[in-house]
């Protein structure tokens, strides 16, 4: 009896090491999927979705499938942190995330202690790789660049025109706001008001009057649609129009929503448009059949999770320090095309060009 107890045992252990060994990789996307800035919560939650079920179609990732953990971080720095260590405890190996800069600053301690790598597809302020974390990684550009293209073009296209920067205290919006000044007064303009508002606020009629009030020509905004919208809105309303221009975080539909007609002419840097690329032909297509238009930082987020999916392959561990240094050491196929990392976890070769929304749509300006 008791050697008949050793075999059933020994075959559970089996059976339990063959059930292990056939475990799912936990992967989480993590983001604003409630609050002012839910539409992007949502282009990161579709693009990690459809990166899931194309790599699990495939046969996964070194023979294991993919399964999405998603976070909901409101945009909220004490809430992206809440967000991170839930992805901590349901053993994700990898986070997608965030959106807010405000959001994946705070997260990325958390993710470092863990072992854990971290990729963006959408947080731009320079603090995110600048504070020098091995774990951490970003699809997207950075606000310094960004803000270097805005300045130039104000200060060539939008010459001797006067200039109010605002920005909505944020990481992201202040830090944009500041490197576009920070160019732009490089180039010899001084911008004639320098204002900040609240994220959340919805009256801007006292702004919009004192910007009126001093002949602002041209409003930049370092903050997100919902602010920006109304911020155009309300001028128009008051039989104010100057030009806005502002920054990535108006690649959304929802932009327009806000503005209707107003929103016409409204410029703003974000990177050439991933649904162009030949290597995102099939995935574009395979989106808009199910009748979605992959926007803004959907093909980014899809980016990421094919970026880690291959540094995986390449180190044959889901090792975080093991993959961060896949990542590091070539190129990656990806939707946005071949893309590498620097020392820092900056996406290499990142550029920004200008927009214009115009008719409810957005193109190259």
């Given amino acids: 009896m008791r050697s008949t107890r050793i075999v059933l045992l020994a075959a559970g252990v089996l059976v339990a090491g063959a059930l292990a060994a056939r475990a799912d990789f936990n992967i989480a996307v993590n983001g604003p999927m409630t609050g002012g800035e839910a539409a992007f919560g949502d282009q990161m939650k579709r693009g990690a979705e459809m990166a899931v079920a194309d790599i699990n179609a495939k046969g996964g990732v070194m023979g294991q499938k993919l399964k999405l953990f ?160 109304l911020i155009i809105r309300q001028a128009n309303d008051q039989g104010y129009k100057p030009q806005l221009v502002s920054g990535d975080a108006l690649v959304t539909d929802e932009f327009w929503k806000i503005t209707g007609p107003a929103g016409e002419g409204t410029l703003m840097t974000f990177s050439p448009d991933p649904r162009r690329n030949k290597e995102a032909a099939g995935v574009v297509a395979a989106f808009k059949k199910a009748n979605y238009d992959p926007e803004g930082y959907t093909l980014y987020t899809y980016a990421a999770v094919q970026a880690w999916a291959n540094a995986v392959t390449q180190a044959k561990s889901t090792d975080g ?17 071949g893309i590498g990392f620097d020392k820092k976890g900056d996406v290499t070769g990142a550029d920004y060009v200008f927009y214009r929304w115009k008719a409810g749509k957005y193109d190259y300006n």
């Fill in 70 to 229: 998603i976070g909901d971080d409101a945009c909220d720095p004490k809430q992206a942190v809440a967000v991170a260590n839930k992805a901590v405890s349901d053993k994700v190996v990898f986070v997608a995330g965030h959106f807010c800069s405000s959001s994946s600053i705070p997260a990325s301690d958390v993710y470092n202690e863990a072992g854990m790598v971290q990729i963006s597809p959408a947080s731009t302020n320079p603090m995110l790789t600048e504070k020098g974390l091995w774990n951490v990684f970003r699809t997207c550009g950075r606000d310094d660049q960004q803000g270097f293209v805005a300045g130039n073009f104000i200060a060539d296209k939008l010459k001797g025109k006067k200039v109010a920067i605002l920005h909505d205290k944020t990481a992201y919006g202040k830090g944009l706001a500041d490197e576009t000044k920070k160019q732009l007064n490089k180039r010899g303009v001084t911008e004639a008001m320098y204002e900040a508002y609240n994220k959340g606020d919805k009256d801007f009629k006292a702004l919009v009057s004192k910007m009126q009030g001093a002949k602002i020509e041209v409003v930049y905004v370092g903050g997100y649609h919902s602010e920006a919208g």
């Fill in 321 to 337: 320090k093991k993959v961060a240094a896949a990542l590091k050491a070539g190129r990656h196929n990806t939707v946005l095309g």
